[in-house]
T-cell receptor, first 115, second 112 residues
């Protein structure tokens, strides 16, 4: 069964450093998403991406964040200058279409620890 | 505003019994609801969904009920098994928006 994959599974970084989180969405999906989950809290939407553009973003997704689809299979989330409060699980998701009622499939997540 | 929440943070159920996990939502414009299961160390896994023009939808061992009058959603798991231990999130989506709004989650414990 096709699945979303994410690397690395765990990333440790120093405050102020840049990190790039990697995702490979399901191959025939056209819509891509990043969510984050701070330990013990609910999953929060960060950004959605379609046709090489951001289609929607939350207030969390400020200028320190960016997304990119560098090739036909990868989808990345970059945090330019990490802060302690960026420590969280980051989940990538993808869906065939971007409408409501279209199932989003989530990857296993990357645990980001900012020291 | 955007708000999907769950009534109980933790639910303990005897193995073999039925589990009922509840969720309240505040946005009357919500037209699509999803239940996700999250096991420890894993990403959210789709379980079942329901559109606002339905009251009930059944899957394999799971049933979702939607009461739009009181803005309430529930997930019923029949004959709960140890593998059902996880955190369950209700989530909503509406209109053409492509983001999912998650609730806080209910941890389901299965008692032997």
């Amino acid at each position: 069964e096709p699945e979303v994959t994410q690397t690395p599974s765990h990333q440790v970084t120093q405050m102020g450093q840049e990190v790039i989180l990697h995702c490979v969405p399901i191959s025939n999906h056209l819509y891509f998403y990043w969510y984050r989950q701070i330990l013990g809290q609910k999953v929060e939407f960060l950004v959605s991406f379609y046709n090489n553009e951001i289609s929607e973003k939350s207030e969390i997704f400020d200028d320190q964040f960016s997304v990119e689809r560098p090739d036909g299979s990868n989808f990345t989330l970059k945090i330019r200058s990490t802060k302690l409060e960026d420590s969280a699980m980051y989940f990538c998701a993808s869906s065939e279409r971007g409408t409501s009622a279209d199932t989003q499939y989530f990857g296993p997540g990357t645990r980001l620890t900012v020291l | 505003g955007e708000s999907v929440g769950l009534h109980l943070p933790t639910l303990s159920v005897q193995e073999g019994d039925n589990s009922i996990i509840n969720c309240a939502y505040s946005n009357s414009a919500s037209d699509y609801f999803i239940w996700y299961k999250q096991e420890s160390g894993k990403g959210p896994q789709f379980i079942i969904d329901i559109r606002s023009n339905m009251d009930k939808r059944q899957g394999q061992r799971v049933t979702v009920l939607l009461n739009k009058t009181v803005k309430h959603l529930s997930l019923q798991i029949a004959a709960t098994q140890p593998g059902d231990s996880a955190v369950y999130f209700c989530a909503e989506n509406w209109g053409r928006r492509d983001k999912i709004i998650f609730g806080k989650g209910t941890r389901l414990h299965i008692l032997p």
